[in-house]
């Protein structure tokens, strides 16, 4: 292991500095909530930047400038948004399924943000290392499906009831070639904690060695966020809202915030399995983790801008037809590979 | 190739991300307007006018209010000249029917009011105004037309 740098370096100088006045269990308590406090702080802002970042890369593709009357260079755009939608009145449909009604953007939120408990954000920098990392995270973003189905029955609505059974076959679907992806990688690793993943890439990078994974696993994860081309979820005007029909202002706003949370999450999985985490040459991990998530999250992007969107069908068929075989594929042939290494090593 | 397209869509759009943006800051550069664009209000030159009532008569919606006088000379005036706007089809028969081309449209494309009443132009007493203070026009620092920079291009 490399020496403790960055961020870990920060959490002992805090531990250090509460061990002082504290005894060791309320310091182990409080370092926890801190580092709960730091994720969601994370997600939040990313959510913010997120907004701001969309609309001006959108704007840019389409040759338009954008956001930028409110403070400099539109970057409070955002925070305007919000008002906003704090301002908006909250309707719920008569007839609704009350509880479930209330309870589905909420749930929705708790998985997209659950999941950033297995990202190592920096050497060691990691909220709990488990063995099981990408196992729980796979398990987790499954999690996101229920929401989406209780939205759609509860909102009393045959549009929004047909949008969140349409969210659950995609979501369902490309769960599956997702996972196989992911297969080949922890083969090559040997393993399923994110700590042992990063120090397996840092000679190769696994894009390298896994291309057709990484390929794979970028078209299925933009299905598992329901963005472009695979927003079936929210074509507003084509195809009726889906589930969140009848959510308005922050209620809405919390569906919103949970896309863009599963945003960055598949961009921080993508960087960690595919680009080597945090690992990279002069600057400090954590900076090289975010500038690798930066760039996966404008790929996203970059598709949303370019691509039309599917019909159902052909999504369907798509995610069993080509990409399943595909991921399989790719883990027979990475099978094949490993054994021929190791017959020549 | 399978997905080749895919990816010559990719490189479009981000050629077209570096590319010169098309957008105009509005409130602080705004375009001219080209020469046949009809909108804004009526302006009137109340020298060329010859007060023949060409434009009301020619008018669909009898949206100009003319009165005229005659003088000692027997000579026709104008005496009063009004334009609803509210009413306006903005459809140039009046400025064809024109025989002096007395009138033009002022190519203003700011048109909201805050009263029903404004939207009443007295044009002759405008007129009077502009040729009393007889200034030279000066022109502004306006951006040229989208239309004729895609055309240099």
């Not at chain 1, 297995?118 to 099981?132: S, T």
């Not at chain 1, 994860?221 to 195809?239: H, K, M, Q, Y």
């Not at chain 2, 060409?54 to 003319?66: F, G």
């Not at chain 2, 007129?127 to 240099?152: C, F, G, I, N, W």
């Amino acid at each position: 292991m490399q020496e403790i740098t960055g961020l870990f370096k920060i959490a002992e100088i805090l531990r250090d500095i509460l061990g002082r006045f504290l005894p060791a269990q309320l310091v182990d308590i409080c370092m926890s909530l801190i580092n709960i406090g730091a994720i969601f702080t994370i997600i939040s802002l990313t959510a913010v930047v997120l907004v701001y970042t969309e609309r001006k890369v959108s704007a840019f593709m389409q040759r338009r400038s954008g956001p930028n009357r409110v403070g400099p260079g539109g970057t409070l755009q955002s925070v305007a948004d919000m008002i906003k939608l704090m301002a908006k009145e909250d309707i719920m449909p008569a007839g609704a399924d009350k509880w479930m009604w209330v309870l589905a953007p909420m749930l929705l939120f708790i998985p997209a943000a659950l999941v950033f408990v297995v990202f190592p954000f920096d050497n060691k920098a990691i909220f709990a290392d488990l063995n099981i990392g990408i196992f729980y995270f796979i398990a987790m973003s499954s999690q996101s499906v229920l929401p989406f189905l209780m939205a759609g029955w509860a909102s009393n609505n045959k549009y929004s009831l047909v949008g969140g059974m349409r969210t659950v076959a995609q979501m369902l679907s490309y769960e599956v070639p997702m996972v196989l992806s992911i297969l080949g990688i922890v083969m090559m690793s040997g393993s399923m904690r994110m700590s042992s993943i990063v120090a397996a890439q840092q000679h190769t990078w696994f894009i390298l060695l896994q291309p057709i994974a990484f390929v794979v696993y970028v078209i299925t994860a933009t299905a598992e966020i329901n963005r472009a081309p695979f927003d079936l979820v929210e074509g507003e005007s084509e195809i009726v809202a889906g589930p969140f029909t009848e959510y308005t202002g922050m209620r809405w706003a919390l569906f919103f915030l949970a896309e863009y949370a599963n945003l960055l999450a598949v961009s921080a999985i993508a960087t960690t399995l595919f680009l080597g985490g945090w690992s990279g040459p002069w600057l400090p991990g954590w900076i090289w983790f975010f500038l690798k998530v930066g760039g996966m999250i404008f790929l996203f992007m970059w598709f949303r801008w370019t691509f039309p969107r599917l019909r159902i069908d052909q999504l369907m068929s798509f995610g069993w037809k080509v990409l399943l075989p595909l991921a399989l594929l790719n883990i027979i042939v990475t099978g094949i590979g490993m054994y021929i290494y190791e017959f020549f090593s | 190739m399978v997905g080749k397209g895919l990816l010559e869509g990719m490189r479009v759009t981000l050629k077209a991300f570096f590319n010169k943006k098309e957008t105009l800051q509005y409130p602080e550069i705004k375009l001219t307007m080209p020469d046949r664009f009809r909108g804004g209000e009526l302006e009137l030159d109340d020298k060329k006018c010859i007060a023949c009532g060409l434009c009301a008569r020619a008018c669909p919606n009898h949206v100009i209010e003319m009165t005229t006088g005659i003088d000692e000379q027997k000579k026709r005036h104008l005496k009063s000249y009004l334009y609803h706007s509210g009413l306006c089809l903005y459809c140039n028969f009046c400025i064809e029917a024109c025989p002096t081309n007395a009138i033009c449209w002022d190519k203003n494309y700011e048109n909201s009011r805050y009263f029903k009443d404004e939207l009443d132009v007295d044009c002759l007493a405008i007129a009077k105004q502009k040729s009393a203070a007889a200034q030279v026009d000066k022109p502004s620092a306006e951006q040229e037309d989208t239309l004729t920079r895609r055309d240099q291009e």
